[in-house]
């Protein structure tokens, strides 16, 4: 299995412009999470999804950002406009079954916004 | 009472040190522990993980010490090794919450040869 695969790697963009990174979990997981991670916060839970439901967005900084899991095999977050505060590395997390079963990390996209 | 406070924020040791990283939590109702290691460029990996009702749990050179009363538990990495250089991050879940994680801030460690 490839893993999750997160893309692009690097954005760079500038404020108010919109941001869409993309994400692709493991097939056959039904959890997917997407977290935010900057050197003053470490890693924040902005929101997960269950069987492509949104379970918890609690997370989510404003309504400037936006998820969507059209399919098990596809979720975006947007940012619209971004601003130099989403500077971060975005991950996409998936898991298999809502017990201890570990999260599968991709390996991130990094966001940065002038 | 979400919270999981982690320390240190960071580590030097000499190869085969012991570094000890220590988290605490404050909600009870967390029931599951993992620990988390992230190279750089990488997504964090699962490392080892525990559950309340075990004191210890070890797996190769990681060891997790658990106090429940406490509510504090700690990684251990014996005989340490450069290539264990990264940041670790001890979590929790609430299982009220599902498979929603809190983790903590994060300790990076250096191994030096």
């Known amino acids: 299995d490839a893993g999750v695969i997160q893309s692009p790697r690097h954005e760079v963009t500038e404020m108010g412009q919109e941001v869409t990174l993309r994400c692709k979990p493991i097939?056959?997981?039904?959890?997917l999470f997407w977290y935010r991670q900057t050197m003053m916060r470490g890693l924040e839970l902005l929101i997960y999804f269950n069987n492509n439901v949104p379970i918890d967005d609690s997370g989510m900084p404003e309504d400037r950002f936006s998820a969507k899991m059209p399919n098990a095999s596809f979720s975006t977050l947007k940012i619209q406009p971004s601003e130099p505060r989403d500077s971060a590395v975005y991950f996409c997390a998936s898991s298999f079954g809502g017990s201890s079963s570990p999260l599968h990390f991709g390996n991130g996209t990094r966001l940065t916004v002038t | 009472q979400q919270q999981v406070k982690q320390s240190p924020q960071s580590l030097i040791v000499q190869k085969g040190g012991i570094p000890i990283i220590n988290c605490a939590y404050e909600?009870?109702?967390?029931?599951?522990f993992p620990w988390y290691q992230q190279f750089p460029g990488k997504g964090p990996a699962l490392l080892i993980a525990i559950r309340p009702d075990v004191s210890e749990k070890k797996e190769g050179r990681f060891t997790i010490s658990f106090n429940k009363s406490a509510k504090q538990f700690s990684l251990h990495i014996m005989d340490s090794q450069p290539g264990d250089s990264a940041t670790y991050f001890c979590a929790a879940r609430l299982k009220a919450a599902g498979n929603k994680l809190t983790f903590g801030g994060g300790t990076r460690v250096l191994v030096k040869p």
């Open positions: 909600n009870t109702a967390f029931d599951y």
């Open positions: 097939s056959g997981h039904d959890y």
